[in-house]
């Protein structure tokens, strides 16, 4: 596998490209990935849950086992898979914020607004549990850390995180509707500005950021030696 010098610019659409509404993230599938990736974060919410004294634990460790033998025997050449993530639309399917096939990621489906901003809206579960019944904290970042790139993209912009000044202004409650929002505001040159939040259904906001992104995009990896 190689390293595009130059990465391809996708042709992800934008404000000026694009209606109100238009989807920026990956969507479900009807595959076999997707209906085990789901399975998987069932999994992974069941078992903080469960009773620790259920009998049956060996068991279904016993089968969760041979499951995850099946798959690392089935897996594809890392470099192959890295190669696959990145290729196509620019549409990852894989990150841990929006991917349908990353049983890590909630996921979340954004939306662009005709205003230029972007949103997305979540339901928060064990899995992402910091204090007793609300959100860990890094996590909220990594949703708007992730949602502000895509604000950037709409707004024709791309870039790499450079600073993200988050602020929390009261605990994110686990099991709530959840709203992230992010907006691109201001432009220099390389840099992009972003505003974002993660707000309740009642518009109260639980935290902000301000943040800089700056136009040095790790290239994507290509086919090759």
């Known amino acids: 596998m190689t390293l595009e010098a130059e990465p391809r610019r996708s042709a992800f659409p934008t404000?000026?490209?694009?209606?109100?509404?238009?989807?920026?993230?990956?969507?479900?599938?009807?595959?076999?990935v997707?209906?085990?990736?789901?399975?998987a974060r069932?999994?992974?919410?069941?078992?903080?849950?469960?009773?620790?004294?259920?009998?049956?634990?060996?068991?279904?460790?016993?089968?969760?086992?041979?499951?995850?033998?099946?798959?690392?025997?089935?897996?594809?050449?890392l470099d192959e898979r890295m190669f696959d993530m990145w290729d196509g639309d620019g549409v990852a399917r894989h990150d841990p914020v929006t991917g349908h096939e990353n049983a890590l990621a909630p996921p979340i489906v954004v939306r662009g607004r005709a205003d230029g901003?972007?949103?997305?809206?979540?339901?928060?579960?064990?899995?992402?549990?910091?204090p007793?019944?609300?959100?860990?904290?890094?996590?909220?970042a990594l949703l708007?850390?992730?949602?502000?790139?895509?604000?950037?993209?709409?707004?024709?912009?791309?870039?790499?995180?450079?600073?993200l000044d988050v602020r929390y202004h009261r605990p994110v409650p686990l099991f709530e509707p959840l709203t992230v929002a992010a907006?691109?505001?201001?432009?220099?040159?390389?840099?992009?500005?972003?505003?974002?939040?993660?707000?309740?259904?009642?518009?109260?906001?639980?935290?902000?950021v301000d943040a800089l992104f700056v136009d040095k995009t790790v290239p994507r990896p290509q086919r090759g030696s």
Do not use: F, M
């Open 183 to 208: 907006r691109a505001v201001t432009r220099d040159g390389l840099k992009t500005g972003t505003v974002g939040e993660i707000r309740l259904a009642d518009g109260t906001v639980c935290v902000s």
């Open 15 to 32: 404000v000026s490209s694009a209606p109100e509404g238009t989807v920026l993230t990956s969507l479900p599938r009807d595959l076999p």
């Open 144 to 163: 708007l850390d992730h949602v502000l790139g895509v604000a950037n993209a709409w707004a024709g912009a791309r870039g790499a995180t450079a600073q």
């Open 34 to 39: 997707d209906r085990a990736t789901a399975a």
């Open 117 to 130: 901003s972007v949103e997305g809206r979540v339901v928060l579960t064990l899995p992402y549990q910091g």
């Open 42 to 77: 069932r999994v992974i919410d069941a078992l903080l849950r469960t009773d620790r004294e259920d009998p049956d634990l060996d068991r279904i460790a016993d089968e969760l086992e041979r499951a995850a033998a099946h798959l690392e025997e089935h897996a594809d050449d």
């Open 132 to 140: 007793p019944g609300y959100v860990h904290g890094g996590v909220s």
